[in-house]
């Protein structure tokens, strides 16, 4: 017997998917409780994401719409929030995977709570043991810190749930932080008195890329575009201070991640001048621009073994 659908879309963005997609809408159509409606969007792919997406109109009440604009994850986002009139919206990359209890699980507990219901995940490299609870890492603040501790980090997990009132009352996704604009949603909509309540145990496996283990230094140009945009809506000196300090830690944070880039591509001088400016940091951030100032190539190889175990 097929389950009663609850009134939630499901908005997936996918860029060059075609090698995870069908995991993804497999674990959406395995739901215990499914979805009103699946709305994937094509942002611009070069591949046969699109027609991935569509074999499975069988199997799940789907749209798959498409936009130009390479990767633009926002914008995406907006165009499936907009094709449809679902009450509550849940999100879902096109590389992850739900467990079958995801739905009723976030759904149960927004009956009961609203808000912004924040998944729980397992790390996850396909073909090796599932890793730690992300929950663990990044635990759900009380709801009378959330406003501050959210300027700190984002601790919402993409694997969230929330009501279209709540979203379309803050403007929706924003442009202008790619790759941080969750950030920025959950920022206002906290702001706004939105409550964000975590799930009890992992729903999603939440896949992770082991030759991509390093962070880009250009995320945290986005990082910091987040908290720039922020301090306009700060209410107490405490808010306008947090988003100085995390601020100061971002561009540390950036200086070291453009070193490592430096040491890989051998240009040596370069790497020694970005960590440098990287060494007036917490300890952790400060002990690898230290090494990076020394010996650059020692430095990356064992960084980068380092993180290759810890995936592992």
């Known amino acids: 017997m097929t389950p009663d659908p609850l009134d939630v879309v499901v908005v997936m963005p996918a860029y060059r998917a075609t090698a995870t997609l069908d995991a993804a809408l497999g674990s959406v159509a395995g739901q215990s409780r499914l979805p009103r409606e699946v709305v994937v969007v094509d942002n611009g792919s070069d591949d046969e994401t699109g027609a991935v997406a569509a074999r499975w109109r069988d199997l799940l009440p789907l749209q798959v719409l498409r936009t130009e604009r390479s990767g633009e994850i926002a914008e995406a ?11 509550l919206i849940a999100l879902l990359d096109a590389d992850d995977v739900w467990l079958p209890d995801h739905l009723a699980t976030l759904t149960g507990l927004y009956q009961e709570r609203g808000g912004i219901v924040c998944a729980d995940a397992l790390d996850w490299i396909p073909g090796r043991p599932l890793g730690r609870s992300r929950r663990g890492r990044s635990p759900v603040p009380a709801p009378g810190k959330q406003r501050l501790e959210i ?27 790619f790759g941080a604009e969750d950030w920025d949603l959950w920022i206002r909509m906290i702001r706004a008195g939105a409550i964000v309540h975590g799930a009890t145990g992992p729903t999603v496996l939440y896949r992770l890329n082991p030759l991509g283990a390093t962070r880009r230094a250009g995320i945290y140009d986005h990082y910091l575009a987040v908290l720039d945009a922020a301090t306009d809506g700060c209410s107490t000196d405490e808010e306008r201070a947090m988003i100085a300090a995390r601020m100061r830690w971002l561009e540390r944070r950036r200086s070291l991640a453009t070193a490592f880039e430096h040491a890989r591509a051998g240009r040596s001088a370069a790497a020694r001048r970005e960590a440098r400016a990287a060494l007036h940091a917490p300890l952790r951030i400060a002990v690898q621009a230290a090494g990076l100032a020394v010996a650059p190539v020692m430095t990356t190889r064992l960084g980068d073994r380092l993180r290759a175990r810890w995936l592992g």
């Not at 986002?77 to 009450?87: E, F, G, N, V, Y």
């Not at 300027?151 to 932080?177: M, T």
């Open 77 to 87: 986002r907006r165009l499936a929030i907009t094709s449809t009139d679902a009450s």
């Open 151 to 177: 300027l700190r980090e984002n601790f919402v997990f993409i694997g969230a749930l929330f009501s279209r009132r709540d979203y379309d009352a803050v403007g929706g996704f924003r442009d202008g932080f």
